[in-house]
């Protein structure tokens, strides 16, 4: 799919249950260890913030999932659990609108920072986060699931709200 859409046609609304087979779908085309149903249904369960960005196709009469993001508020921080951008829609900014998003609402809700962990290979998601003013400031050891049994380590990062 290479249409592009404009970010005046593209429209948050909350992820409910009755999206969770769309989710899935990008979640497997994104993830070699993608979340499960369960994460999924576990976060809904336990009122996480959760967001998909939605956009009209040009020539078709659906929506489509461009992106979404789960987000668990504490005391004074908000937690970006997961951030996801269905790969044919990479490249084109959504994941600036759904960070801006997030950081609206997590403003809104009175926190302080952003908390991610990002897996060490993924050096397009940490240059992202980075231009948006994340700094690194840990590591978690073998903290991701990987090929063959092996785990992989996690970059923490924060931004300050």
Known sequence: MSAVLQSQEAQLEPMAAEHL????????????HPWSRGNFMDSLQHGYHMQMLTGPVPGQQQSVLLAYFVAMKGVDEVHLLNLTVAPAWQRQGWAQVMLDALAIWARGQGAQWLWLEVRASNERAQ???RSNGFRRVGL??????????????????????
């Open 140 to 161: 978690r050891k073998a903290y991701y699931p990987a090929s063959d049994g092996v785990r992989e380590d996690a970059i923490v990062m924060s931004f300050k709200l």
């Open 127 to 129: 240059h992202v986060y």
């Open 21 to 32: 087979g769309q989710v899935l779908a990008v979640e497997c085309q994104a993830y070699t």
